[in-house]
């Protein structure tokens, strides 16, 4: 029953690898969003998607992709990962931009 | 800087205190909520106040915006050791800008039993 899922939810690689999170919801929302929280509890917003639209932070490296296969999916597809990635990623969902679900997260670390 | 930044970054009291929070923002809002996150978790949505309301109650929480002074308070009142969290507030920016709902970088509350 869980409304946004997110997998994994920790996910250790090497520097340089090509790595990507996985994101579900269950709730008909038409919007998804991939957020970045640091070492210091920031959640930066990294994209936006309504099936129509693609937003992009312009501060997001093109290393990060999003892609959705459908409307209840949009997977964070990161290439030639880099130490500073290393945070925790959270995807969430709402119908336009009401309340917003949020999965549990994913830490991914960089080595 | 950030679309919404929250005021104080830490925040320590007593169990029964209330606690008051800020949020601060710079564009026109559609709206704005306040989110709770709790250590390792993902957010949970507390709240949504529109652009024309100037305040709203929902249990415990007393949430006020001043668009004048694009900028909003979120009040626990009678606190409880299990409000002890992280409080982020987020704003839908009337900019014609799509969808980015965009985070502050919240408060951090420690409610002592």
């Known amino acids: 029953d869980t409304a946004v899922s997110q997998t994994p939810k920790y996910l250790v690689t090497q520097m340089g690898n090509d790595k990507s999170i996985k994101c579900e919801q269950n709730?008909?929302?038409?919007?998804m969003y991939w957020y970045k929280q640091d070492s210091k509890k920031f959640l930066k917003i990294m994209f936006s998607?309504?099936?129509?639209?693609?937003?992009i932070n312009e501060t997001v490296p093109n290393r990060f992709s999003p892609k959705s296969p459908d409307k209840a999916h949009l997977n964070l597809h990161i290439n030639s990962l880099e130490l500073g990635d290393s945070a925790v990623y959270f995807c969430?969902?709402?119908?336009?931009?009401?309340?917003?679900?949020f999965g549990q997260g994913t830490r991914l670390t960089v080595v | 800087s950030q679309q919404g930044e929250e005021d104080p970054q830490a925040l320590s009291i007593q169990e029964g205190e209330n606690a008051t929070m800020n949020c601060s923002y710079k564009?026109?809002?559609?709206?704005l909520q306040w989110y709770r996150q709790n250590s390792g978790r993902g957010l949970v949505h507390l709240i949504l106040?529109?652009?024309?309301?100037r305040e709203k109650h929902s249990g415990r929480l007393r949430v006020t915006l001043d668009t004048s002074k694009k900028s909003s308070s979120l009040l626990i009142t009678a606190s409880r050791a299990a409000d002890t969290a992280s409080y982020f507030c987020?704003?839908?920016?009337?900019?014609?800008?799509?969808?980015?709902?965009?985070f502050g970088g919240g408060t951090r509350l420690m409610v002592k039993p």
């Open positions: 969430a969902s709402s119908f336009m931009n009401t309340e917003a679900f």
């Open positions: 709730l008909g929302h038409d919007t």
């Open positions: 998607y309504n099936n129509k639209e693609l937003i």
């Open positions: 564009t026109s809002i559609n709206n």
């Open positions: 106040i529109r652009s024309n309301e």
């Open positions: 987020a704003t839908d920016p009337d900019n014609n800008a799509g969808n980015m709902l965009t």
